[in-house]
């Protein structure tokens, strides 16, 4: 099954992470950052050296790498009950961020939209993202020259992305305005694409797993690998 995919799209400090979190935490939408898979690792590890070393620089990852570590995270979290790919639009926020990674993603990701987050005023992104380094911590926003070595990757390998995915499914929302407008915008494009899919879900439906289901009435993971979910645990809301 190819994940149902919202792309976030747009460069470094245009707002993807903050948009992307507040969507997660609507039922029905999984959030996933590459850039937060990338900072959880542990850095003394060989995969944690490689994201070290190339981030501080201000560049990309290695795709072969990148798209592994992102196939084994999202896996795993649907092993493990967090992400639930038959009720849930998988929101992603990094990725694919070059035309190899968008190629090499094809079979697993079925890309519904791309919210762009388009932001003329190169001056303000730079601004946001000094601001950024300061408040979390973030070591590849430390220096103006990181900075502007991550803005041209973006302008060079990135922003051609947009050509590979058809026009239709492409929706420009100015990044510069308030957070709020912003969401507003994006969820005037996302709430009819959800409520689509619901129906078509709902349509073909075998019994799902989604986020409140799997809250109020847990069935048992015996039941759940036999197909049997009336068996549930003791778990009571
Ligand atoms: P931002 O929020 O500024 O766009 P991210 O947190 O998404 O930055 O990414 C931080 C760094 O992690 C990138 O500069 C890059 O080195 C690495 N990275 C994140 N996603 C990818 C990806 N899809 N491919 C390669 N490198 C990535």
New binding site residues.
Partial sequence: MRYKSILLFGA??SG??TQGKILGAIPGFYHN????I?RSLDLQSEMGRV?WE??GR????P?EV?VKLWKQYIQGMEMINSFHPETEILVL?????NLP?AKLLEDMIDVVKVIYLRCADLSKMVER?RRRALKENRF?DANDEVIHR?LVEYENKTRPVLDYYPKEKIHRVDATMSQIRVLSDILKVLVPVKEKIDVQQHLFATPTRGKAASATSAATPAAVASGDTTKKTGVVS
């Fill in positions: 470094p400090g993807k992470g950052a590459t850039g937060d990338f994201f190339y981030a201000g560049q990309l990852v795709d990148t926020d990094g990725i694919p961020r990674q993202l590849d991550r």
